[in-house]
Nanobody, 124 residues
Framework: QVQLVESGGGLVQAGGSLRLSCAAS????????VSWFRQAEGKEREFLAF????????YYADSVKGRFTVSRDNAKNTVYLQMNSLKPEDTAVYYC?????????????????WGQGTQVTVSS
């Protein structure tokens, strides 16, 4: 059983940066692939970024490609999402999700483990 806790959200002005962390406990986190999602009020959960268990493979949604970077430190059981050039439309609750086996589309929110989310608000 893996527990995930996101942190690093907050209020930032447009054009600013934030780094989110997803800290894991309770399992062999280094063997899990991780993705970041977000959900804005009244909208569906949206895929943002994926990182493989080793960190060797990453994949991004077009909406954040070139602005967001996903990375991980397996020694610290932590995955990061560096977010630059933030826009008001990036305002949402951000979630990390993990799974030991990705079947099918990694962009779908069908991961086994989820964090509780962290709020990111970008002011104009």
């Amino acid at each position: 059983q893996v527990q995930l806790v996101e942190s690093g959200g907050g209020l930032v002005q447009a054009g600013g940066s934030l780094r989110l962390s997803c800290a894991a406990s309770g399992g062999a986190f280094s063997t899990y692939a991780v993705s970041w999602f977000r959900q804005a009020e009244g909208k569906e959960r949206e895929f943002l970024a994926f990182i493989s268990w080793s960190g060797g493979n990453t994949y991004y949604a077009d909406s954040v490609k070139g602005r967001f970077t996903v990375s991980r430190d397996n020694a610290k059981n932590t995955v990061y999402l560096q977010m630059n050039s933030l826009k008001p439309e990036d305002t949402a609750v951000y979630y990390c999700a993990a799974d030991s086996l990705i079947n099918g589309d990694l962009r779908k929110p069908t991961y086994e483990y989820w964090g509780q989310g962290t709020q990111v608000t970008v002011s104009s």
